[in-house]
């Protein structure tokens, strides 16, 4: 008998497998895929010896110190800091938007002040703005909007922005300075030997299952453990008994080529409805360290899809929200069960919050345990 089950070897599942156990605690982790680390796998090509992320780049970033400081026990990280470029309509621009890319778009040359009054002058005028497109008027205007935003998020998203809840838009930065850079956060890298060492370490001693499913023994997964930690799909775990959540997925095309370096950034945006893929990654250049170790360079295109058998976003849309109203509700019978992670409480999530939410839980229990 194990004092926890967990199911789903992911940044949440690992992390608390690791304090829990720690804590001096009986801990099994399952797994339905054939590796650890969900996700955030990576591996080395074999042929040009860059590490991949397998499901999508995953880049580190986080304002919280502890957290920063947490993972870099599990791990050398780089100073890599994340930047982006975007091809639209045959030109390629600075993202997210900002001085270059305004002066760039209209043929200007404006200083920061003028830009952020000549984007004021272009912005809508919508208030409580309801959807992505009316959010986003309301902060780039509809030139902007529809150049750099429309197309892309109808790919990522599967259907037309109106229909997408507004804070979507809203991760995405718009500066008027000459700050180019994808993210605020103080503190930004890339584990140098990929995600997949820190699983190891964070699994190091505990007794995991690969190829694993749940949902095929549920009874008798819950039978060996006083309590389950439950990662993944929400309405998955309770049967889609108010119907199934709106997913989206990424497939993945990769191709190696001989070039030393195809697109000169690690990710290049592709805006246009009619391109199918929303973006390629050159994997190399999240590792500059390690750029004179490869041979030739990696790259992926990205082409958003529905799979409900691979959920990776959650969407959000109206109709989600009254379903996710009685699935939580259903949450409160489950007292024996823990939902932690983006799937399990459908939150778009990044990394560093993930892993300060198995974090509190397991304060949490470890508090509860000792009676304060």
Known sequence: ?????????????????????IAGKKVLVIEKRDHIGGNCYTCDDPETHINVHQYGPHIFHSPNKTIWDYVNTFAEFNDYRHRVLTTARGKVYSLPINLATINQFYHLNLTPAEAAEFLKSKTGKIHSP????????????????????????????GCDPKELPAEIITRLPVRTSDDDSYYNDDY?????????????????????????????????WKSRAGIVVYTGPIDRYFDYRYGKLSWRSCRFEKENKT??????????????????????????????????LSRGTTLIREY??????????????????????????????????????RLAEYKYYDMDEVIS????????????GSGT
């Open 188 to 220: 930004q890298g890339m584990p140098v030997g990929g995600y997949t060492p820190i699983f190891e370490k964070l699994l190091k001693d505990i007794p995991v299952e690969l190829r694993t499913d749940f949902f095929d023994k549920r009874e008798y």
């Open 1 to 21: 008998m194990y004092d926890f089950l967990v199911v789903g070897a992911g940044f949440f599942g690992a992390v608390f497998a690791h304090e829990v156990k």
């Open 304 to 341: 958003p899809y529905d799979n409900p058998d691979e959920p990776y976003y959650p969407v959000g849309m109206k109709t989600d929200r009254g379903k996710m109203m009685h699935y939580q509700e259903m949450l409160r019978s489950e007292k024996a069960v823990i939902f932690g992670g």
């Open 357 to 368: 939410g198995a974090l509190q839980q397991v304060k949490k229990i470890t508090r509860a």
């Open 259 to 292: 070039a030393d370096d195809h697109q000169g950034i690690s990710i290049m945006n592709y805006a246009d409805l009619e391109i199918p893929y929303t973006r390629v990654i050159e994997y190399k250049h999240f590792y500059p360290e390690k750029i004179h």
């Open 130 to 157: 309801k959807n992505l497109e009316e959010k986003a008027i309301n902060l780039v205007g509809r030139e902007l909007y529809e150049a750099f935003i429309k197309g892309y998020s109808t790919k990522q998203w």
